[in-house]
T-cell receptor, first 114, second 114 residues
Framework: AQSVAQPEDQVNVAEGNPLTVKCTYSVSGNPYLFWYVQYPNRGLQFLLKYITGDNLVKGSYGFEAEFNKSQTSFHLKKPSALVSDSALYFCAVRFQAAGNKLTFGGGTRVLVKP | DADVTQTPRNRITKTGKRIMLECSQT?????MYWYRQDPGLGLRLIYY???????NKGEISDGYSVSRQAQAKFSLSLESAIPNQTALYFCATSAGLAGTDTQYFGPGTRLTVL
């Protein structure tokens, strides 16, 4: 069965330092990969997605993610974190064999300290 | 996303009560979804609808029902609420572009069942 894992419940980083949020998946076949962010008392906001093509995807607010097929990973990155990036981040995967349903990871809370 | 609205935003109810959560969208999307969010579990799909005449169960549909009143409206009902249905509920929409489409989320309804 398909699954998505975000191995870190929380990531702490100092403002200005690089930020990485990890995501791995298990599936046979080609997945579609998404990142969403949730700010307090808000719904999920779309950041970026990988469908096909270039493995490095650029998205909103300076975020990017790299699709690595051999490692079945899709880590989210930002070169220089801001305090305002503190939020809950979700990786999601859609597998064609699963009727195109979106499966979410458990979420990673990011805390950026000034 | 202001194009997807949910009412109420907060609801406290008692065990055994029937309640309805409502979702409306102005994005013109055919596809609508209901998810629940629990800490550490990410979002799990309850029901989804690909058009007005199409309703499908998600991974956790027991104890829930839905109604797609129009393209823009999708309601979730808890027939007889129980405490383990306490969660944050999200409605989402998508255009349905061959599985690559992005889902757009409402602000959520926080439900507490006492």
């Amino acid at each position: 069965a398909q699954s998505v894992a975000q191995p870190e419940d929380q990531v702490n980083v100092a403002e200005g330092n690089p930020l990485t949020v990890k995501c791995t998946y298990s599936v046979s076949g080609n997945p579609y990969l998404f990142w969403y962010v949730q700010y307090p008392n808000r719904g999920l906001q779309f950041l970026l997605k990988y469908i096909t093509g270039d493995n490095l995807v650029k998205g909103s607010y300076g975020f990017e993610a790299e699709f690595n097929k051999s490692q079945t990973s899709f880590h989210l990155k930002k070169p220089s974190a801001l305090v305002s990036d503190s939020a809950l981040y979700f990786c999601a995967v859609r597998f064609q064999a699963a009727g195109n349903k979106l499966t979410f990871g458990g979420g990673t809370r990011v805390l950026v300290k000034p | 996303d202001a194009d997807v609205t949910q009412t109420p935003r907060n609801r406290i109810t008692k065990t055994g009560k029937r309640i309805m959560l409502e979702c409306s969208q102005t994005k013109g999307h055919d596809r609508m979804y209901w998810y629940r969010q629990d800490p550490g579990l990410g979002l799990r799909l309850i029901y989804y609808s690909f058009d007005v005449k199409d309703i499908n169960k998600g991974e956790i549909s027991d104890g829930y029902s839905v109604s797609r009143q129009a393209q823009a409206k999708f309601s979730l009902s808890l027939e007889s609420a129980i405490p383990n249905q306490t969660a944050l509920y999200f409605c989402a929409t998508s255009a349905g572009l061959a599985g690559t489409d992005t889902q757009y989320f409402g602000p959520g309804t926080r439900l507490t069942v006492l």
